[in-house]
């Protein structure tokens, strides 16, 4: 078993692309969004998803870190 932290390697324009995004409710900017704005004003990515056999967690905090281990443990 072994974890992969994912990374993005992204130019300049994800500053300006943040700055054009509205905040989340939480107050938030979030990457995600700079992407789809750049990617709905023409720009080509490229993403490798995961197999099927392959799980995702999102740990932006403690309680979604132990989730993720509590699963991992089983």
Do not use: K
């Amino acid at each position: 078993m072994f974890a992969c932290a994912a990374r993005s390697v992204l130019g300049p324009f994800a500053f300006e692309a943040l700055r054009a995004c509205p905040r989340r409710p939480n107050g938030e900017l979030y990457l995600i969004d700079a992407i789809q704005r750049w990617i709905h004003a023409g720009a080509n990515i490229t993403a490798h998803p995961l197999l099927t056999t392959e799980m995702r967690f999102s740990c932006d905090n403690w309680r979604t870190y132990e989730d993720a281990v509590a699963t991992l443990r089983t």
